[in-house]
């Protein structure tokens, strides 16, 4: 398996990161690493020490800090074989666990499941830095810069745990980008991005994704503010956008695409019942849907767009503000999980695929619709090595 590790100066996190991984990779694989057009100049005799350990298949350097780069690098060293790869950024830091060797640990986990697409690894919350620390180390901070530098907002900071505590894999979110083992075919389907953005269009195709509970990783940015406290948040912030589907079709417009042939406003609002396309009765932005006798996998779809010209940067369907199972309200219903975005005081987003529990009939009042891709564009693209992993 040929695994990627993506770095960018921070040499202290790079040298644990590759020590990590050196010391307890014991399943052969193939290490490439891709440097992004690091500066700092301590990070090249870090990864020549690993080269002369004899780590690395391939070392390649970018020019510059791109990540339109880092995929078509990607592209060049997959082949039709590869059918499973790996992704590490060098903020990783592996720790044993209960297994001979984490990657052929990872490996069984998601060849076991056909469905599975996207496996991380956990995270060792026990990084996080308090408020009240972070403050009194960085006081010339404001108190935006601080919870950003300490990812304060992160999910992986409520310690989720699953409810069994032998199961292997479990999904409170979306697995983080820093280490992930990836199916090739079904990332070229789904055309890469943000961890978040593919999570949810994995899905949206009918994979899984998950989280392993043996294999832990510590995530070494986590500590930025002790190490690197004059790190640049608002580059890295910028970077992570890039990979989304919004700034990829953000780009599609800027280069020149006819944005009547990108986008439209008709979300075309349907069901899917067990594979089968169910088409509403329609009354301006009411839509009445009748489930077929015996329906059991019911997904309200639509199409998937973006809030152009806005800091909302997650792939959308549409807004509800009245949604009614069988004549009753349910659009705060507990049920409504996957597909679903948090209430926003009177409404909810949907995702373009959101999941509905068992009905007979559903009522929908839509109070609220985006910009919708008509076609791909970059990271969107279908199926091929051709189409490309993104921006």
């Not at 909302?312 to 009614?324: F, H, M, Q, S, T």
Request: proline share 6%; net charge negative; hydrophobic share 40%.
């Amino acid at each position: 398996m040929k695994i990627f590790i993506l770095c960018r100066n921070r040499p202290i996190y790079l040298w644990a990161c590759l020590d990590s991984l050196f010391r307890l990779t014991r399943t052969a694989c193939r290490f490439i690493l891709i440097d992004s057009a690091s500066d700092d100049p301590l990070v090249r005799p870090v990864i020549e020490g690993f080269e002369r350990r004899g780590m690395f298949e391939s070392v390649v350097w970018l020019k510059r800090n791109d990540a339109g780069l880092v995929r078509s690098t990607i592209l060049d060293f997959l082949r039709e074989e590869d059918r499973l790869f790996g992704f590490i950024e060098s903020d990783v830091l592996l720790l044993p666990g209960p297994y001979e060797c984490w990657l052929e640990r990872m490996r069984q986990l998601i060849e076991l499941d056909a469905k599975l697409a996207m496996l991380g690894s956990l995270v060792d919350a026990d990084d996080f830095v308090p408020l009240d620390v972070a403050r009194r180390i960085a006081p010339h901070l404001s108190e935006y810069e601080i919870r950003d530098l300490t990812h304060h907002e992160d999910p992986e900071r409520q310690r989720h745990r699953p409810v069994n505590p032998d199961q292997p894999i479990f999904s409170p979110h979306n697995p983080a980008g820093r280490l992930l083992i990836l199916k090739t075919d079904a990332v070229l389907r789904a055309g890469a991005a943000s961890d978040f953005d593919l999570h949810e269009r994995l899905f949206e195709l009918g994979y899984t994704t998950g989280i392993s509970t043996e294999v832990r990783h510590r995530h070494l940015s986590l500590m930025n503010i002790y190490d690197y406290p004059h790190y640049d948040m608002h580059k890295r912030n910028e970077y992570m956008y890039s990979l989304t589907y919004k700034a990829q079709t953000e780009r599609a417009l800027r280069s020149g695409e006819d944005a009547a042939s990108l986008l439209t406003k008709e979300p075309d609002l349907h069901l899917e019942v067990d594979g089968i396309r169910i088409e509403p009765e329609r009354g301006d932005k009411n839509y009445r849907f009748t489930v077929p006798p015996g329906g059991r996998n019911i997904f309200l779809v639509s199409r998937k767009g973006f809030a152009l010209g806005s800091p909302d940067r997650r792939p959308l369907g549409v807004a509800i503000d009245r949604l009614c199972l069988d004549g009753r309200e349910a659009l705060r219903a507990s049920a409504l999980v996957r597909g679903w975005r948090a209430d926003e005081g009177g409404w909810r987003w949907t995702s373009g695929r959101a999941e509905l529990p068992s009905c007979s009939t559903l009522d929908v009042h839509v109070v609220g619709t985006v910009d919708y891709v008509l076609r791909p564009t970059e990271g969107l693209s279908a199926a091929g090595l051709e189409s490309g992993f993104g921006a």
